[in-house]
């Protein structure tokens, strides 16, 4: 079985300011995507970022990029150029690319986002 | 176009009764899955759809909890004489096909007294 570990249950960052969230996860498999999630106040669950396993370049979304690193299992979220808006629950998750298309989540990291 | 919908927003039920929560996926997402989110579990895999087929129920907490989906669209969890522990927040999800990025809904809310 997945596991998905965040070991950061808060933080917090200045506005404009740059934030790196933890991630690490135990699979025995080789092919799987990983993302981060972003649930706001309003419960929304929000597509942040995704990473397929096999690509070695870190995916990139604006402000938000990733450090995967395969071998030691981690995949981190940085959010650059902070903003209020980016205030939320964040989620990583893990996806096996076999049968099973199931979400494992970790326990999420509260941020908070300051003036 | 519109995102993933569910309703009710919020439910409040007594201890024993059944309760449906309803899930209308994005237009053209063949996949549908079902996620639960509490305090004392976190977000827990319930079941998933692939067309109007569930190929995994494994995360169905008991038998007192069921699923389907009709017409490879809108799907309804039942979840028969509610228990106190069942209180949570319920997440569907819509994708395009297995394995492709998962969109959310805004959950349901599910209080039991």
């Known amino acids: 079985a997945q596991t998905v570990t965040q070991s950061q249950p808060e933080m917090s960052v200045q506005e404009a300011e740059t934030v790196t969230l933890s991630c690490t996860y135990d699979?025995?498999?080789?092919?799987?995507?990983l993302f981060w999630y972003k649930q706001p106040p309003s419960r929304q669950m929000i597509l942040v970022i995704r990473?397929?396993?096999?690509?070695?370049q870190n995916a990139t979304e604006n402000r938000f990029s990733v450090n995967f690193q395969k071998a030691a299992k981690s995949f981190s979220l940085k959010i650059s150029d902070s903003q209020l808006g980016d205030t939320a629950m964040y989620f990583c998750?893990?996806?096996?690319?076999?049968?099973?298309?199931?979400?494992?989540f970790g326990t999420g990291t509260r941020l908070q986002v300051t003036l | 176009g519109a995102g993933v919908s569910q309703s009710p927003s919020n439910k409040v039920t007594e201890k024993g009764k059944d309760v449906e929560l309803r899930c209308d996926p994005i237009?053209?997402?063949?996949?549908l899955y079902w996620y639960r989110q509490s305090l004392g579990q976190g977000l827990e895999f319930l079941i998933y759809?692939?067309?109007?087929?569930?190929?995994?129920k494994s995360g169905l907490p008991s038998d007192r909890f069921s699923a389907e989906r009709t017409g490879g669209s809108v799907s309804t969890l039942t979840i028969q004489r509610t228990q106190q522990e069942d209180s949570a927040v319920y997440l569907c999800?819509?994708?395009?096909?297995?394995?492709?990025?998962?969109?959310f809904g805004p959950g349901t809310r599910l209080l039991v007294l």
């Open positions: 237009s053209g997402h063949t996949a």
């Open positions: 759809f692939q067309g109007n087929s569930a190929p995994d």
């Open positions: 998750a893990f996806m096996w690319s076999g049968t099973a298309s199931k979400l494992t």
């Open positions: 990473q397929e396993a096999y690509k070695q």
């Open positions: 999800a819509s994708s395009l096909a297995i394995r492709e990025t998962q969109y």
């Open positions: 699979t025995s498999e080789s092919n799987y995507y």
